[in-house]
Nanobody, 120 residues
Framework: QVQLVESGGGLVQPGGSLRLGCGASGSILSINRMGWYRQAPGKQRDLVAS???????NYADSVKGRFTISRDNAEPTVYLQMISLKPEDTAVYYC??????????????WGPGTQVTVSS
């Protein structure tokens, strides 16, 4: 059993900053990719940013230069530092991880999501 738990969402004014965190726990053998997706009301869930175990990062064009993804392999935890937030960043943010469990099965896992609202 694997669990992902997000933290750090909330309400922030335009131009403000937030830091999201996501911790993984359970019967984990290794974690390949970790990342963040978001879903606004009435829209599909889209990739925001991802990072591999080797540190290769990938960002959606809409967040490049404003969001930074990082991870702590020892914890294991992934973070998303968000600055210069815009109203269009408002969404539920989901943590995602590609994990190999102790039975050598590799699967995608999701956190329950955390709400980020950017509004004055």
């Amino acid at each position: 059993q694997v669990q992902l738990v997000e933290s750090g969402g909330g309400l922030v004014q335009p131009g403000g900053s937030l830091r999201l965190g996501c911790g993984a726990s359970g019967s984990i053998l290794s974690i390949n990719r970790m990342g963040w997706y978001r879903q606004a009301p009435g829209k599909q869930r889209d990739l925001v940013a991802s990072i591999t175990s080797g540190g290769t990062r990938n960002y959606a064009d809409s967040v490049k230069g404003r969001f930074t993804i990082s991870r702590d392999n020892a914890e294991p935890t992934v973070y998303l530092q968000m600055i210069s937030l815009k109203p269009e960043d408002t969404a539920v943010y989901y943590c995602n991880a590609l994990i190999t469990t102790s039975d050598y099965r590799e699967s995608d896992y999701w956190g329950p999501g955390t709400q980020v609202t950017v509004s004055s």
